[in-house]
């Protein structure tokens, strides 16, 4: 089998131009991070899951009713707000589609650069830092116990590695954290600083 950086687009290869995220990539991109929680093939990443893909699906109905309008996630968000759309519904979802990426990719982050830590510290972090604070303290209470039940460090990186050796696979997963970073920042600038929404 494969590794999963193999077989899924990387978030290094959404296209970013100064009119932004081209949307189709960037969706493509997140469903390939989906898919890597996936191949543990249980419940345990439901929390993060479910959010992703619902959100994923707001973004492409957007997309699929307003293409002209929506290529990039930007125009897609600044479409909304100039054609006074209420609901504001795709906005909402890039909003929470970033958040879930930000806590995706400081965990992953936090793996790579502190090898001794145990997965569900990494995400435990993560998520005091990324989503902590938009939640009720009763959500706050559920996604801890959720945490506690990450695989083992060793465990999730022999999954999503699919065997391969450290040499070959730590890069590729430096260059997928770094591009994910990039747009999770350009992202959170854009929403936070145009009043579209906090991330």
């Known amino acids: 089998m494969a590794p999963l950086f193999e077989t899924i ?3 290094h290869d959404v296209q970013i131009s100064s009119e932004g995220i081209e949307t189709v990539g960037f969706l493509e991109a997140t469903e390939g991070l989906v898919a890597m929680f996936d191949l543990f093939g249980s419940k345990i990443f439901g929390f993060v899951q479910s959010d992703i893909r619902s959100n994923i699906g707001g973004v492409r109905t957007r997309y699929q009713t307003h293409k002209d309008s929506s290529q990039t996630l930007e125009e897609l968000v600044k479409f909304e707000v100039v054609n006074g759309d209420h609901h504001k519904h795709g906005t909402a979802c890039v909003v929470r589609l ?34 902590r604070h938009h939640h009720a303290w009763v959500v706050r209470g559920v996604v801890t116990v959720a945490i506690r039940a990450v695989p083992h460090r ?38 936070e600083s145009g009043g579209y929404g906090n991330v």
């Open 9 to 11: 687009k990387s978030f």
């Open 154 to 191: 060793r465990d999730f990186y022999q999954v999503i590695s699919c065997g391969e050796a450290p040499e070959k696979f730590d890069p590729e997963l430096g260059k997928w954290l770094q591009a994910l970073e990039v747009i999770v920042k350009r992202m959170k600038d854009f929403l």
């Open 98 to 131: 970033i958040r879930g990426l930000a806590l995706i990719q400081h965990a992953l982050q936090r793996m790579q650069d502190h090898p001794d830590d145990e997965l569900h510290v990494c995400f435990k972090s993560a998520y005091d830092v990324v989503l």
